[in-house]
């Protein structure tokens, strides 16, 4: 993938854009705390009994297992260590000690990933953003290269927070290239390990615009031009930052895949994940037209 997230936008990137992640974090750790001691009581879930379209459904209906025992179908009691090993057959949640953050950006997540007790392995193409993870969270292990390149390290769970999955050059084959990366997560995920990722959907409201931001040092505008039956947004990005008395200026542009949320949740069944999904992690709303997935691998 080509270069995006040079000097200055990672700079603005660290300095003013951090909310996001810093605001699903709860929602993300909680998730992924459920079964981090082991001692959580188990859920048995063989599908999510949700439809990804319907505003009114906000979760899973589990499956309720007793922690201490629980009941076979044919009556005979098992024991709570044989019902969690049942419940992880069924790609229920297992313990999670070693997260993967694809598209860690300048570390927010990964900060927080790191004072909930987890392991994680940060991968991003911009080795600016890079540069400022690791002073941001130097505990994790750090991976410069595409997402759809390098290849995953063994992990009981993947995040992708911020449309990190739906970057690609301008040319690609985006959609084969996302497939690929589902397919490695399949691979390298246990079944019960989870894949959380959010991305833009097609539809409505139409996401073009300009808009602007700005710091004490520094400043931002993009410009966002959609193509819906193509499936592709773009943002061309200006940049200004102070150096000196001046301010330099800069640009980038950022192509981005747009999604048909329905058939995005069934080629993921077909992968072998039960998919939830949502427009919001928690207490954090997504903007428009964004949605989150919550993937166990089944």
Known sequence: MGSIYG???AYIQAAGFGKMARGAAPEI????????????????????????FSEGRSGPVPLSVNPRTTERRGGVNESADDAAASCARKGAPIPTRR????????GPLAAEL????????GIDSS????????????????IFGSLYEVELPACEAIVALGEALTYHDEGADADALVERFFRKAAAVLPEGGMMI??????????????????????AVMAEIMEDQD???????????????????RGSETHRVRLFDSAALVERLETLGFAVETG??????????RRRAFFCRRV
């Open 7 to 9: 000097e200055d936008l």
């Open 29 to 52: 750790v909680r998730r992924l705390s459920r079964n981090l001691s082991g001692t959580t009581e188990p859920v048995a879930t063989e599908h999510f009994e949700v439809s990804p």
């Open 99 to 106: 997260v993967v953050d694809v598209g860690c950006g300048a």
């Open 114 to 121: 790191l004072a909930a007790g987890f392991e994680v392995t």
């Open 127 to 142: 080795a600016d953003l890079l540069a400022i993870a690791r002073s941001a969270a130097p505990p994790a292990d750090y």
């Open 197 to 218: 990722f959010d991305v833009i959907e097609i539809g409505e409201p139409s996401l073009r615009g300009r808009n602007w931001s700005s710091g004490d040092d520094w």
């Open 230 to 248: 193509a499936r592709a947004l773009m943002r061309r990005i200006e940049t200004f930052r102070k150096a000196g008395e001046l301010y330099r």
């Open 279 to 288: 427009r919001a992690y928690g207490a954090w709303q997504l903007g428009p």
